[in-house]
């Protein structure tokens, strides 16, 4: 976890996140606010409580989603109800739709799985 807070720390201009089980707890909401404050745009993409398979885990993290919101966190809850409505993903029949990975990408450059940190070697994307 210490991986990821410093990978986030370093952010410049924007940090996503997906996580099926994201609580930030007091060090995370710090990390979040002293980003915030530098002007480091947070996207969290995160299960909704019908979504998730953990609804005690989904509890705690909507303990702090009124402060994330508050902070200017842009937070979008995965519905089951998408998946339903939609032909396009495929599925037959009964389905659970939720996330699963754990994913955060720091200003386009560092992408981390789990607890896996990468440097994203991509071809810079300014004209000459």
Known sequence: MQGVLNAM???RREVGIMSPYFVPGPVGMRAM??????????????NSLDSSD???????YADYRLEML?????????SPELIRRSSGFGFRGPSSA???AK???VDDRLLVVGSVI???????????
């Open 9 to 11: 720390a370093g952010a």
């Open 33 to 46: 606010s002293t980003g915030m404050r530098q002007g480091v745009r947070i996207t969290l993409y995160t």
């Open 54 to 60: 953990e609804p005690l885990v989904h509890q705690r």
């Open 70 to 78: 508050r902070l200017g966190v842009q937070i979008y809850e995965f």
């Open 98 to 100: 939720q996330l699963h």
């Open 103 to 105: 994913v955060a990408v």
């Open 118 to 128: 990468s440097i994203l070697d991509r071809p810079s994307a300014t004209p000459k």
